[in-house]
């Protein structure tokens, strides 16, 4: 088990505290188009943030107290998968409706569903498998979730003539996948681990960055054209 100091664990908040503001300034983008996708995505958000600060909350105990309680650690995916399908869901559905093609009041159930049926699964292999396969299956959903959310993130930026923000949404999955190639390294090292924790934070300072670019471009009193 990596072992993380206390200036680590605790440093591990700051790119919670940016991943969550990104998102909020993208919840706030959609309110003019439709108060109830903003609201559903502000939702949304209070899961992952949980689940980033349950994370953060496992390695401070690791590195305190020596406690290492597992489902801290677990909590991470079990909740940022289903929240980030309702995240790429909500900038879906606004989109659509910039478009002229609004989605139908059900629509919901779309997200719902396929968070339900990767909680599911998920639970069913935790229960006959003692490996931790259950992970993937978050983590498949997860990754999917996010390659959307930042498409449709994208589109929106370009739609409201934010060059700067769509680059920065493109620039933080760029450094998800990099944050993943990391993990894979398996390098216990305390240099490593902040490089890791360095690298994060600019990956989700770029989100803050796009988040609070967008909604000020879209507070602009120029109309937005309609999505690409």
């Known amino acids: 088990m990596v072992q993380y100091s206390l200036a680590l664990a605790l440093y591990d908040y700051i790119p919670i505290v ?30 992952v943030g949980l689940g980033g600060f349950c994370k953060a909350t496992w390695k401070l105990l690791i590195a305190a ?13 079990v909740l940022m998968a289903p929240g980030f399908t309702f995240i790429a869901f909500a900038i879906w559905s606004v989109r659509r409706q910039l478009a002229q093609r609004p989605l139908r009041a059900t629509a919901w159930r ?37 390659i959307l959310f930042t498409w449709h993130a994208m589109k929106l930026s370009l739609a409201a003539g ?19 190639g990391l993990a894979r390294v398996g390098d216990p090292s305390e240099a490593f681990q902040w490089l890791a924790q360095i690298s994060n934070t600019a990956t989700q300072g770029s989100l803050a960055l796009a988040g609070w670019v967008l909604w000020q471009r879209l507070n602009r009193p120029e109309p937005v054209g309609a999505p690409v």
């Open 110 to 146: 779309c997200p719902l569903s396929a968070s339900m049926l990767g909680l599911g699964l998920a639970l069913l292999l935790a229960i006959r498998l003692e490996s931790n396969v259950w992970f993937f299956v978050l983590l498949l959903q997860l990754t999917l979730a996010n």
């Open 18 to 47: 940016l991943f969550v503001t990104g998102l909020l300034f993208t919840a706030r983008c959609l309110e003019q188009t439709d108060a109830s996708m903003a609201r559903l995505m502000r939702f949304a958000i209070v899961l």
């Open 65 to 77: 107290f020596d406690i290492n309680w597992m489902p801290l650690n677990d909590a991470l995916f």
């Open 162 to 180: 934010s060059t700067l923000a769509a680059a920065l949404f493109v620039a933080n999955i760029v450094g998800v996948f990099v944050m993943s």
